[in-house]
């Protein structure tokens, strides 16, 4: 990875070190994820990026005037950062022509019942309600540019778990709290879609789980983002105090438009002294999206942070979910599979800092491609002089499904001390005729065998999923081998 690479997206910031079946349920084509909505009684801004249109919506969003000066600081600090020049183009995206702000005409409801019908039609179709009432501890669904339902199970709220809309807790009770700890994980300063973010972002969840408080069920955030030519920029900010454990789902999904969208949300995650988070995405953007996104944690000691993620959508993506393992004995696990299909460039990867003594890091990967679809994975491994006797193992496995897809494994390791282990190994192959012939043999049908084997390769990431996500995942898959997408 070039150190260009390091200065822009995957850059770290040193400032950072200072504290700061059923299968039937499966459903048999992409209508799911692909309806669309009539924009009807919503309130939006003009198109482009401008001072006023921030100003704008940092007066819809109600902001302290320290968060209306902090947007104005990243506008600034976005007209001066560069586009990265070492990724996928991004020619077809032109923030003239996106809408930041897209407000559906309703407040955030509390009640299912309470959301307007054409909105709550959007998430009954893509299951959150069967979903929350059967195994969830708390939801939060997110339309454009805006939470339209949120809700907290009383077991939950009562051993003292935060989780509301990031509005809601900056502008209330906790609004000290988000301003300790907003994008100062993510810096706008960091590249030129943080520092977008930090001008325009809306929506998102706040989550704090106290002391030594254990979340037996996952809580789930969807983004859902309808509205043509638009983008999201929700924030994600969880902090997991010392001892106490999470599982938090995240899902994205959007109907395909024949015009960019655009989405460039920010994930910062803290993960305390001897405490438990796993961070599950299943993202699924339309093949019209650019998605520049950016996830970041920080682990102090005896900490673990574990990521499961899946990218099947989007047009381009540039995705690295970063760890950076400051105190000692932090531990992070990162599984995760891309499929890029017709149309995809899909830039993926994951990068583990090493601070803290003891630390150890753990990066499996299954990357897939299709139609022509180009799929690269990067990953960076930093051990620095403090971290000895830290360990590293990466393993990345990619998987060409014909003979005009691509792709690409760029690693990188920077190690600054001898008392470490650090191990990379990356496998690219093709679906083995013998195993086609095999399955064929026993009556199998080609496409069907195909598949098969698809799925048994992907197998290892789904099985770190909820049922009812492996179940989506898999059909993601399905739906890809069939060219359905």
């Given amino acids: 990875m070039s150190d260009t690479v390091k200065d822009s997206a995957l850059h770290f910031d040193p400032a950072i070190d200072n504290d700061t079946d059923d299968i039937n349920a499966i459903l048999e084509s992409s209508s799911i994820y692909d309806f669309k909505d009539e924009e009807t009684d919503f309130y939006k801004v003009d198109e482009g990026l401008t001072e006023d249109i921030v100003k704008q919506i940092s007066k819809e969003k109600h902001d302290p005037k320290w968060m209306q000066e902090f947007r104005l600081k990243s506008l600034e600090l976005y007209k001066k950062i560069q586009i990265p020049d070492w990724g996928p183009p991004i020619d077809g995206l032109n923030m003239d022509n996106i809408v930041t702000y897209v407000r559906p005409n309703t407040k955030m409801k509390g009640s299912w019942d309470e959301v307007p019908e054409e909105i709550k039609s959007a998430f009954d179709k893509l299951g959150i309600p069967q979903a929350e009432h059967e195994y969830l501890a708390g939801v939060g669904a997110q339309y454009d540019s805006e939470l339209v339902y949120h809700n907290l199970q009383d077991h939950v709220a009562q051993q003292g778990v935060i989780y509301s809309d990031l509005e809601s807790a900056l502008n209330g009770e906790y609004a000290e709290m988000v301003k300790e700890y907003f994008m100062k994980l993510v810096p706008p300063t960091d590249h030129k879609f943080a520092a977008l973010h930090g001008a325009v972002w809306s929506g998102g969840s706040f989550v704090y789980v106290p002391k030594g408080v254990k979340v037996e069920i996952p809580l789930q955030s969807y983004f859902r983002l309808n509205a043509k030519g638009a983008g999201q920029f929700e924030h994600t900010l969880i902090i997991v105090d010392e001892g106490a454990d999470l599982h938090f789902i995240e899902g994205c999904s959007a109907p395909k438009w024949n015009v960019a969208n655009l989405h460039a949300g920010c994930v910062e995650l803290y993960v305390k002294k001897n405490a438990k988070l796993r961070y599950s995405t299943i993202e699924n953007w339309s093949k019209n999206m650019y998605n520049l996104n950016t996830k970041r944690a920080l682990v102090e000691e005896g900490g673990r942070m574990e990521w499961v993620s899946g990218s099947f959508g989007s047009h381009v993506s540039y995705l690295y979910p970063t760890t950076i393992l400051k105190g000692k004995n932090a531990v992070c696990d990162y599984t995760g599979i891309t499929f890029a299909g017709k149309g995809q460039n899909l830039d993926t990867g994951c990068r583990m800092v090493h601070v803290g003594k003891n630390t150890s890091s753990l990066v499996t990967t299954k990357s897939l491609s299709?139609?022509?679809?180009?799929?690269?994975?990067?990953?960076?491994?930093?051990?620095?002089?403090?971290?000895?006797?830290?360990?590293?193992?990466?393993?990345?496995?990619?998987?060409?499904?014909?003979?005009?897809?691509?792709?690409?494994?760029?690693?990188?390791?920077?190690?600054?001390?001898?008392?470490?282990?650090?191990?990379?190994?990356?496998?690219?192959?093709?679906?083995?005729?013998?195993?086609?012939?095999?399955?064929?043999?026993?009556?199998?049908?080609?496409?069907?065998?195909?598949?098969?084997?698809?799925?048994?390769?992907?197998?290892?990431?789904?099985?770190?999923?909820?049922?009812?996500?492996?179940?989506?995942?898999?059909?993601?898959i399905k739906l890809e081998m069939e060219g359905n997408m």
């Fill in 370 to 476: 299709k139609d022509g679809g180009i799929g690269t994975f990067r990953s960076s491994v930093e051990i620095l002089p403090t971290a000895k006797k830290s360990k590293s193992s990466v393993d990345c496995q990619s998987l060409m499904l014909d003979d005009i897809s691509r792709s690409d494994t760029i690693p990188e390791m920077d190690v600054r001390t001898d008392d470490c282990d650090i191990g990379h190994e990356a496998k690219i192959g093709r679906i083995s005729d013998d195993a086609v012939f095999y399955l064929m043999s026993r009556g199998i049908p080609e496409d069907e065998a195909r598949a098969m084997i698809v799925s048994g390769f992907a197998d290892p990431i789904s099985k770190e999923l909820p049922l009812e996500y492996a179940a989506e995942m898999n059909n993601l």
